[in-house]
């Protein structure tokens, strides 16, 4: 996936591009156009050296499936490519676009498949939201040499460039997915979806009410195929089995990014978990600590 095996769509730039024709008159403009505003000649090296702008928008376009109608490229009556926004996002309010275009970008960029073929992006979000929180590898050389151990080929991934890393962290952390408490690229990692779960809490804990563990994951599972029970995770997770990394029952168990969310979650009194002492169905997260239901704080169990 172009988002992160090239260097120049980082999340900022796409939110731009997908700016810039949501206000631009009648929601799009030629090609020639946006690749002037977005890097424009007096800015280049040479004046065929566009590829920031020309690898921004080959991202976007590939991240614009039929199920994620982002942008639209073709010819208009005068010959020239036109890139016009989809109807789903010109009709947006202004002050709900930015969350809409990354709701929309979450679906795409995570997807189990891109044009028939495994989402490399996907697989690699998957594999670091299997990593502990308090023991996640740190920096190029330690991702590289922890993801082999763990019985999946960087090198296939297309990771063997830092920078492709540095991109999946770009792009992970603004999905919700984990943070850096240092500024040193790849450096001081955590793998926590909190911010990812506080975004989608209206779908996960529907208001009033509790949810059981296991509906809470089948919801997750079907938002977020890198997040437990999704397919990413799933297909990472067997890989990790065969190593020996994780247990045979890792079903049964929440995985650690997740058991961290919770708990991140349960402190900031935004949710709240229990089980039962008599409960005979239950997932334990790390620390085997036992869960069976989940709702909002606040709200009666």
Known sequence: MRIYQTVEPVPSRVLGLLR???HSEEHGLPRSTIIDLLQPKSLRTKESADNLATNTIAAVIELSTVDVRLVEEKEDDKGQ???SLDTELFGCADQLFDDRVRFLLERA???PEVKDSPNGFATVCA???WQSPANMPQGHAELKKRMQSDGLNYEELGLNNDARWDMVVYWATYFGLLWQWQDEKCKGLVSDPSTYLMRHLDELLPSKSQVSIREFIATLS???PVLDGGTMHETVANELTKKGVLPANHRE???????FALRNLKEQAILRYWCPDDQRIFHLMSFDEKVAFIAREGESS
Do not use: D, M, Q, V
């Open 253 to 259: 168990r929440l995985s650690p990014a997740l058991s």
């Open 81 to 83: 490519l036109k890139l």
């Open 127 to 129: 594999w670091l939201l």
């Open 109 to 111: 960029a995570l997807r």
């Open 222 to 224: 079907h938002i977020c």
């Open 20 to 22: 810039l024709l949501y």
